[in-house]
Each structure stands twice: as structure tokens, then as C-alpha cells.
């Protein structure tokens, strides 16, 4: 059986160095997904890595909103190679026209300190029914990841606790493995911005779109192991909104810290 996911997550060499293209994650003339984009753009520049080297963080600035029914090129710019770091930098375009820039770093790993915080409450995600994202989401392969969410606002602010995992077969390669934490991740990511206020994406109250988005990674992640993503708004103004995020796998372990800012602005 041919599983649509790992698909997602690749990109094939063109025919000039250092660029890519990527399979059309969608149906025509619906918006292509952010996380689709940017897990892409993060797959290209692992391409071009020499062997040993783990990611340490993406940065992806959206520009433009692109056909999720076309292919996408990624052209990679060797920014940096070091003994021990490398740079790159993705430029995303379909049709010519430019959609996505990200940097992206990697680093060999080496002995430090470690400390890391902990998740806010930690249940058995197999009791937690399965939720699927908050909303629609057409161009995502949703019989391939398993999504339990929470939302919880005992405190008096909103937190947003999200379990997922891929439930297709995935190969043991850490990079497609971080790569699938980018995409299903930014499934309505600024949604926290809206819960805030007592709205959110789903009832279109306002006009919403991932403008920027950072991942840092400190741990190796399985994507095909239960993960969970807290995430919250510390701010939001000027129409714009941001949400942090933590990522933690099943035992309670930090493994990558999130932060997006987004468009809030009101339909009327």
C-alpha cells in the first residue's frame, strides 16, 4: 500500500544543483498548507547536508499563499558549512512566483548541559478521544495522523494540549522524522490567538494566516510515537497574534519549542 504522508515529506532532486521539487499536497485551487511548505523546505535543505549532522532549527517566513494542487521548487543556498554547523537557506516557489523563505541549521550533536521543562499534565493519550484537528483541513492525509486534542483553561488562560502521531509506517531517518513534526504542528497553529478572545479560526470571525514560524529542536523526535504539543498566546496586537509552543514526547521529554506569529484580523 502506497501511504500519502511520506510522500508529502520528501522532495525529489531537479535538474539543477541544489534544488527540489515537492509533491502537490492537495486539491487544485485550494490553498496549499503552511506546514506542507515548510516541512519541504526543511526536507530540501536536509538534501544537501553531509551525513552526521541533526537539525537544531527552522525559521520559515510565508509571503505568499500558493495552489496546494501544484508541485512546489525549493532552491537550497549553502549559506554555511562548518566542522561542526551548517546553514542553509530555502527559497519556495510555484509558477515563479516566490511563497516561502526559511533558514534552517544544523549542528553535530556534542555533551552539554541538559535541563527541560515539563509538560503542564500529562494523560494516557490512547483514553483521550480522537479528535482529528479542530476544523477542516482538505489537504491533509487526516487517516495517516492521529490527533487527540485538550483544551484547557483551568488557569484562566487558554492552553491548548495536542497529541498526535503518524500512523503510517515511516523510515528510521531522524530528519523525516522532524520533518513530520514541522507539518503537523502548524495544523491551525494560531488558533490560540483567537481562544484568547473567545473566538476561533473555525468560525471565521477573522481573517487568519501563519506569517513566520520558528521551530528550535533539542531532542531527536518520532513522529510515529504519541507526541505533545501545549501550546498558548502570550500576545497578540496591531492584527497580529503569536503562540508558543512545547514539544514533548510520550515521557514528559522537551524535544523542540515552537513560536508562530499570525494574521487576527476581524472579517468586518
Given amino acids: 500500500m502506497t501511504h500519502v504522508l511520506p510522500r508529502l515529506l520528501t522532495v525529489t532532486p531537479a535538474e539543477a544543483a541544489d534544488t527540489f521539487v515537492g509533491a502537490e499536497n492537495g486539491p487544485a485551487d485550494k490553498r496549499a498548507y503552511g506546514g506542507h511548505l515548510a516541512a519541504q523546505a526543511f526536507a530540501a535543505a536536509g538534501q544537501t547536508l553531509r551525513p552526521g549532522l541533526a537539525p537544531t532549527s527552522l525559521h520559515v517566513q510565508f509571503l505568499r499563499g500558493g495552489d496546494a494542487g501544484a508541485p512546489v521548487h525549493y532552491e537550497v543556498q549553502r549559506v554555511y558549512d562548518g566542522r561542526t554547523t551548517a546553514s542553509r537557506r530555502v527559497l519556495a516557489r ?3 512566483r516566490l511563497l516561502v523563505t526559511a ?16 509538560p503542564s499534565a500529562i494523560e494516557d493519550p490512547e483514553s483521550l478521544p480522537r479528535t482529528g ?12 495522523i492521529d490527533i487527540r486534542s485538550v483544551d484547557d483553561r483551568s488557569t484562566g488562560n487558554f492552553r491548548r ?3 498526535w502521531r503518524v500512523t503510517v509506517p ?15 504542528t502548524d495544523i491551525y497553529g494560531i488558533d ?5 478572545h473567545g473566538h476561533s479560526m473555525i ?7 501563519t506569517t513566520d514560524s520558528s521551530v528550535w529542536f533539542h531532542r531527536p523526535i518520532r513522529a510515529d510515537r504519541w507526541n505533545l504539543l501545549e501550546s498558548e498566546s502570550p500576545a497578540a496586537a496591531r492584527g497580529r497574534g503569536v503562540m508558543t509552543g512545547r514539544l514533548f514526547d510520550a515521557d514528559g521529554t522537551l524535544t523542540a519549542t515552537l513560536v508562530q506569529e499570525g494574521l487576527a484580523v476581524p472579517r468586518n
Fill in 94 to 96: 510555484q509558477d515563479g
Fill in 103 to 118: 533558514t534552517a541549521s544544523f549542528v553535530l550533536p556534542a555533551a552539554g548541559p541538559e535541563h527541560g521543562e515539563k
Fill in 133 to 144: 484537528p479542530i476544523g477542516p483541513a482538505p489537504s491533509l492525509p487526516l487517516n495517516e
Fill in 161 to 163: 494540549r495536542m497529541w
Fill in 170 to 184: 515511516l523510515p528510521d531517518d531522524p530528519m523525516l522524522h522532524a520533518c513530520a513534526a514541522v507539518y503537523v
Fill in 192 to 196: 490560540p490567538v483567537l481562544q484568547v
Fill in 203 to 209: 468560525d471565521r470571525s477573522h481573517h487568519t494566516a
